[in-house]
């Protein structure tokens, strides 16, 4: 941790261990290969390993849902997203709370805005278990579709989220929110040394790329340890990286990661 966990974080005691992916397609992740119960039952597994090499941290388990899926042709509000339907949501929402699971619903941001689509997921995030995350890779500009080239956010469009997550505390009484940001390429986030920290919201930078354990430590080291990032995030990809890292090597890195993402 580069920045000491509060009273409501989840990371003053605990790692988060998630899987990531959507009920809609398989091919993006883990978590749309089963149904919320059955990946629930393998994210604890997973999670289990992380408890037994942190160091003593406990352990939390999460679904990682794409709530807004950056899409390569546009879309009726010009958005480029496909967003999940209530229906999936609940459903992820009532195995977290049967299971004792956390979830984060991640926007993948198109040709959108924070300002944008926060009201879609602001009733969700009123349970204390439902985080947010943002992709900045498919927020590209408006002359390029999503897919096309690495997009990038300002650091004052994550800001702007991080203030309604901050209301969203004090109005509703609720524990830390966390906000995951995915970055594996400079300009994912720009103007990043303007971001700003909140009181009761807990941001994640999450080294996002995959390859070799050496340029996903080294991207790390860059953009989290450098960057003097709130917390560190680190994805792992079942079937793209080359050596799946293990929870022993993941936990070994400095500072430990606070949050772990299975793809």
Known sequence: MLRPAGAGS??????????YGTPLFAGL???????PAAIAQRIKEQAAAYGQTSGGRGVAPAFHVIYAIAQASNTPD???LERLDDAHVREYLDAAKQEDLLMFLDIQMGH????????????YLQDPRVHLALD???????????????GGMDASEINKAQEALQKLV???HLPNKILVVHQFWPEMIRNKEALQQFPNVDLVIDMDGFGPASDKIAG?????????AEHGGFKL???QDTGLMTPEQVNRMEPQPDLVIYQ
Not at 29 to 35: M, P
Not at 136 to 150: S, Y
């Open 170 to 172: 004090d109005e509703y």
């Open 112 to 123: 959108s805005t924070v300002e944008a689509e926060l009201p879609h997921v602001l009733p």
């Open 136 to 150: 900045p890779e498919f927020a590209t500009p408006p002359d390029k579709e999503p897919g096309d080239v690495i």
């Open 220 to 228: 790390y080291e860059r953009f989290v340890k450098e960057d003097h």
């Open 78 to 80: 010009g958005s480029y």
């Open 29 to 35: 992740g883990v978590l749309g290969t089963g149904t």
């Open 10 to 19: 989840v990371f003053q005691h605990c790692q988060i261990v998630s899987f």
């Open 237 to 239: 990809f079942y079937e």
